[in-house]
């Protein structure tokens, strides 16, 4: 299996990626078309396609994000949501996981200033929702409340654009809810071995007592 490969963002130019693993083994993508459709480019010319690049359907994720990192964010939004409550977590979540706030990865990216819109990745979209679901699960937010905010945001966008889908619950894309689901269950189960097996976890990142804002 390939380390680093590129894909296409909505203007055409190569952004360099790889599939989301965590502990040597590579996560699947529920939305498990969406996966296999993506072209994958084995040259930063976006050149050379790869015949079948992902036939497992894995994530597809920014070449510089990782689980840890999504830890480190989700301790920061219980951190916010401990010292100054609930509110301020919540609107710390939406600033951050807004269409070009920092933790977008469909459009903020190593190579993206996150403005432009042709910046926008199409074969991060399942990754971003699975990065969402782990964050408000991590964090202590909820996957439920995640569904709530991320259908806000959808029926908004919708008004503008017909052709989204709010289907799903809260009027979530029905995709985006089974990404944000995968998310959830992920950190959940991350959350558990991280109380089980003590000497698996990397202590300065994984959190043994993960604090909640319920």
């Known amino acids: ?15 360099v990626a790889r599939f989301l693993a965590y502990g040597g083994k590579c996560i699947r993508d529920p939305n498990v078309e969406n996966a296999r459709d993506v072209a994958i480019f084995t040259d930063a010319e976006g050149e050379t396609v790869l015949s079948n690049g992902n036939p497992d359907a894995y994530f597809i994720v920014p070449y510089d994000y990782t689980i840890e990192k999504a830890v480190m964010f989700s301790n920061m939004i219980a951190a916010t949501g401990l010292l100054n409550g609930t509110t301020t977590a919540y609107g710390a979540m939406a600033l951050s996981f807004k269409p070009n706030g920092s933790q ?27 990065h969402f679901g782990f964050v408000a699960t991590y964090s202590g937010i909820g996957e439920n409340m995640a569904l709530r905010g991320g259908g806000i945001l959808n029926r908004y966008n919708a008004r503008h654009n017909k052709k989204i889908d709010t289907s799903g619950i809260y009027g979530n894309n029905p995709h ?32 043994i007592h993960v604090p909640y804002l319920r």
């Open 1 to 15: 299996m390939i380390d680093v490969f590129y894909v296409k963002d909505r203007a055409g130019r190569t952004v």
């Open 104 to 130: 977008d990865l469909q459009r903020t990216y190593p190579g993206s200033d996150g403005i432009n819109p042709g910046d926008f990745v199409p074969a991060f979209t399942d990754s971003a929702s699975f």
């Open 176 to 207: 985006n809810v089974k990404s944000i689901h995968a998310g959830a269950m992920f950190a959940r189960t991350l959350m558990a071995r991280s109380r089980i097996h003590l000497s698996d976890v990397n202590r300065d990142v994984l959190p």
